[in-house]
Nanobody, 115 residues
Framework: QVHLVESGGGLVQPGGSLRLSCAASISFFSLRNMAWYRQAPGKQRELVATITKSGNTNYADSVKGRFTISRDNAKTTVYLEMRSLKPEDTAVYYC?????????WGQGTQVTVSS
């Protein structure tokens, strides 16, 4: 059984920072590739960042240099450190993993960037 719980969202001013966490209840967490997605109102869900079991990372062009994905295998948690936030980063952020070609999602955490 897979259970993903995101936290850390909130309201932040442009230029501010937030750190999102995804607590994962999942077997063999250290062997799983993990990802963060986001969905803004009226838009499709988009991939933000990924981290492999080996710790290799990839980012959407829109967040490169501002966001950092990391993982703590001992805590079975994935993080998304977000800096220099912009109004266009406003969205619900979701944690994701895929097992046997099936996607698993958390409930999401709202990030609002506004003055």
């Amino acid at each position: 059984q897979v259970h993903l719980v995101e936290s850390g969202g909130g309201l932040v001013q442009p230029g501010g920072s937030l750190r999102l966490s995804c607590a994962a209840s999942i077997s063999f967490f250290s062997l799983r590739n993990m990802a963060w997605y986001r969905q803004a109102p009226g838009k499709q869900r988009e991939l933000v960042a990924t981290i492999t079991k080996s710790g290799n990372t990839n980012y959407a062009d829109s967040v490169k240099g501002r966001f950092t994905i990391s993982r703590d295998n001992a805590k079975t948690t994935v993080y998304l450190e977000m800096r220099s936030l912009k109004p266009e980063d406003t969205a619900v952020y979701y944690c994701n993993t895929a097992i046997d070609r099936e996607d698993y999602w958390g409930q999401g955490t709202q990030v609002t960037v506004s003055s």
